[in-house]
């Protein structure tokens, strides 16, 4: 079968960018607190998570404050496969997830039994944001001989619509999978990513037009120049950028894969093209190496975005420990749409634990 890349359009309408980008500009970040206001709120942390039996899902791109606090109190920082992973074999009767909505949702999906809650139920993402159910599903209509094939970083009704959910962890072995079993498949939302597999396993593919706001930005003049002025530095960078700037990586994969290459790779320098969260667990892992965050929108690699996803950057302590002091941000789903979007999501966490992608089963105490 020849492989082929259908364009759905050059991006998603202009209206519905303009919408994402103007939320992306109203998000209100959390106060700056003192040493002493957040040692205080660390100790009120810890006290809720023991009297509710919780523990913390954090993302590697939130706060490094929360990042800290899941680790010293039993929680986990991961991507969001062994986030969800973790929450699915976790004994804790509350998960607080740290990070973005559809995280939350695919703890729920898994764990309708724990209670879900987020320090920010608005913590949106593009992703999310640009692929609606509706027009997603008419999309599908169009190809009903193809595979349906959506990132993690959509609604629980896209997941729902899916015949797999992926996340850019598995995303290659999956889809490898699914060619090799002669399917075709629509691929949703993030292009570049989908753009990304179809060149590294030649499937036949029809992509939506998504995109991460913050992985969108990444330059590639910009970094071109700042390889010339760090010629022995590796270049990392996550599937989620641009086609050209994943050209100039080292090193391409998930934010798992980038950790590991800092951590086990001889160089001393790196040029990390995704959101700079990261760096708290890679200056954790290798605390002498250096790294340098890859130039975003702008000329001459000045920063617009600063590589900094303000949805991740909405969580803080202050919401953190409110969310679990009075239980808002909790996360509901309907019953019918759950079931259906879990189809999916656990072929997923079965193919990962089948193929030694993500820990198999063993329960973790709260
Ligand atoms: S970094 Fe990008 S993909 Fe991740 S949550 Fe933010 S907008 Fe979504």
Request: hydrophobic share 40%.
């Amino acid at each position: 079968m020849s492989s082929q890349t259908i364009n759905l359009a050059q991006s998603i309408p202009i209206e519905l960018a303009n919408s994402i980008n103007n939320l992306a500009s109203s998000v209100v970040l959390p106060a700056y607190l003192t040493e002493r206001e957040k040692a205080l709120l660390v100790k009120k942390i810890k006290k809720l998570l023991k009297e509710k039996k919780a523990q913390i899902v954090a993302h590697y791109y939130v706060d490094h404050d929360l990042q800290a606090l899941a680790e010293e109190t039993g929680g986990k920082v991961a991507d969001s496969l062994e986030m969800a992973n973790f929450g699915a074999q976790s004994s804790a009767s509350t998960l607080v997830v740290c990070g973005v909505k559809f995280m939350g949702e695919t703890s729920k999906m898994i764990s309708p039994e724990k209670t879900i809650l987020m320090p920010d139920i608005e913590a949106t993402c593009s992703l999310d944001k640009g692929c609606p159910a509706d027009e997603f599903r008419s999309f599908c209509n169009q190809y009903p001989e193809h595979t349906v094939v959506v990132y993690a970083n959509t609604s629980v009704e896209v997941k729902a619509i899916a015949d797999w959910v992926v996340t850019s962890g598995n995303a290659l072995e999956i889809v490898n999978h699914l060619k090799k079993q002669g399917k075709k498949i629509i691929w949703g939302p993030d292009r570049h990513l989908g753009s990304w597999i179809q060149s590294e396993t030649g499937i036949e593919m029809i992509l939506w037009q998504g995109q991460c706001i913050v992985h969108d930005e990444f330059q590639v003049f910009e970094l071109q120049e700042l390889k010339k002025l760090n010629p022995r530095a590796k270049v990392l960078v996550h599937p989620e950028s641009p086609a050209e700037v994943v050209e100039l990586a080292d090193v391409v994969g998930s934010t798992r894969v980038m950790i590991e290459a800092v951590q086990t790779m001889p160089d001393q320098k790196f040029i990390v093209a995704t959101d700079n969260g990261i760096f708290w667990k890679m200056k954790q892992l290798a605390p002498h190496k250096k790294l340098i965050v890859a130039p975003t929108g702008g000329k001459d690699g000045h920063c617009i975005s600063c590589a900094h996803c303000p949805w991740m950057a909405i969580n803080g302590l202050q919401n953190l420990h409110d969310c679990l002091l009075s239980g808002t941000g909790e996360i509901f789903l309907e019953e019918t749409i759950r079931l259906r979007a879990l189809r999916s999501i656990n072929k997923m966490l079965d193919f990962s634990r089948k193929k030694g992608l993500i820990a198999k089963k063993e329960v973790k105490k709260a």
